[in-house]
DNA sequence: TAATGAATGAAACAACCGTTTGAATAAGGT
DNA sequence: ACCTTATTCAAACGGTTGTTTCATTCATTA
């Protein structure tokens, strides 16, 4: 299907370039098919990654919340697997495309277009509303608004970290893949931070 | 002085736009001075990159280290002082070319130039050094360098999320400006959590 | 087989990009 | 005043962009 290979190229070529860099005579190049398929099978460009973009965001594993919360230790485990999910989304071995949507949406954090706003809402949104349920399972009833946004914007900085700069890391320090070999530790250390001070209640 | 001009001219558009996306007709549009202009004060668009880079992270305020820190009292202004300045590296009030500055750095995060390897060695490398120097301080003497690096990355994602993505939170939750109205509260918070289980040693 | 609509292809379109040209103007020194 | 140099300007350059045209090929149905 000649739709199939045109998104499929352009999510790479939009993945690497961004919107505005890409150009559909690269993307047509990658699929093998004329320039002119682009306004016909799309109306143009700007179409292209409307679908392209449904596409990459169509699935996403769920995140869990803290409704089934019942004790530390289980608040403890929730938050592991939340953070385990969330830095899986841009890393997912059994789902190659996982990368590109990382790349995507990293260059539409910078650079939003209309299509985006939508994408926050439906997609990004609900992840951390799961992640707010789960600190509040453990913050006193009188902890103030203020700080519960600032426990989630920590919790959700330092995965967002990992999540878009993993690759920039290597930068400072390490050879090789620095977050897939330590996963785990990493994981419990994000968890244990975003759990300071926080006892089921 | 022309040159000034289409140098602060170019840094609100690379800002805004980055580098590629980034035209030479509205640089000079905002400069009110002829496109040729570009190349008789600069030997193109590039070379006027490289010289907006290089003026707009030609200074900046010093972070401070673990070297004077004596006690656990210190580590924790220590601690503070470092995320205090770290935020405001992209949002000071004397200095509106932060944001500048902060905006062009995101691009370059996502679209690196030939320049950025050089930016991240002296103007950005130095402060995680800084960081994972007051970090060691609280850390017995066996600690894995994994572990380390763990800590300084979680600390850092913090940090830049609220360094990059500040903006966006808005999205979220809030209306108006959640960092500045709750500045101290975010960094005490960040602070603590980055030296959860540290002790003075 | 003939006819119809969908899909493809090479070529050109206007608009924009960064860059260059060459003439006009401004500034400074003798 | 003059000459020299530095600076500005409108206009055009070649190249690339997204889009369009129109003839050709393919697939399907009668």
Redesign the pocket.
């Given at each position: 299907m000649?739709k199939n290979k045109i998104i499929a190229a352009a999510l790479e070529e939009f993945a690497e370039h961004g919107y505005h860099a890409?150009?559909?005579?690269?993307i047509c190049k990658r699929a093998g098919?004329?320039?002119?398929?682009?306004?016909?099978?799309f109306?143009?460009?700007?179409e292209l990654y409307r679908q392209a973009l449904e596409m990459i965001f169509a699935v996403k594993p769920p995140l869990p919340c803290g409704e089934k919360i019942q004790s530390d230790a289980d608040m403890k485990s929730v938050m592991q697997a939340w953070i385990r999910t969330f830095l899986n989304r841009g890393n997912d071995k059994k789902a190659p495309e996982s990368q590109l949507m990382k790349k995507i949406a990293h260059h539409e954090m910078l650079n939003p277009s209309d299509i985006f706003d939508e994408i926050i809402e439906v997609y990004f949104k609900p992840d951390v509303r799961s992640l707010e349920s789960i600190l509040r399972k453990g913050l006193p009833g009188d902890t103030s608004e203020q700080e519960i946004k600032t426990r989630v914007f920590s919790t959700l900085g330092s995965c967002m970290f990992y999540f878009f700069h993993g690759r920039c890391i290597e930068k400072f320090w390490t050879e090789g893949d620095f977050i897939e070999d330590n996963l785990d530790m990493i994981v419990e250390h994000i968890a244990a931070q975003s759990l300071m001070g926080l006892k089921f209640k």
């Amino acid at each position: 299907m000649t739709k199939n290979k045109i998104i499929a190229a352009a999510l790479e070529e939009f993945a690497e370039h961004g919107y505005h860099a890409a150009t559909i005579r690269n993307i047509c190049k990658r699929a093998g098919v004329n320039i002119a398929a682009i306004n016909y099978h799309f109306s143009g460009k700007a179409e292209l990654y409307r679908q392209a973009l449904e596409m990459i965001f169509a699935v996403k594993p769920p995140l869990p919340c803290g409704e089934k919360i019942q004790s530390d230790a289980d608040m403890k485990s929730v938050m592991q697997a939340w953070i385990r999910t969330f830095l899986n989304r841009g890393n997912d071995k059994k789902a190659p495309e996982s990368q590109l949507m990382k790349k995507i949406a990293h260059h539409e954090m910078l650079n939003p277009s209309d299509i985006f706003d939508e994408i926050i809402e439906v997609y990004f949104k609900p992840d951390v509303r799961s992640l707010e349920s789960i600190l509040r399972k453990g913050l006193p009833g009188d902890t103030s608004e203020q700080e519960i946004k600032t426990r989630v914007f920590s919790t959700l900085g330092s995965c967002m970290f990992y999540f878009f700069h993993g690759r920039c890391i290597e930068k400072f320090w390490t050879e090789g893949d620095f977050i897939e070999d330590n996963l785990d530790m990493i994981v419990e250390h994000i968890a244990a931070q975003s759990l300071m001070g926080l006892k089921f209640k």
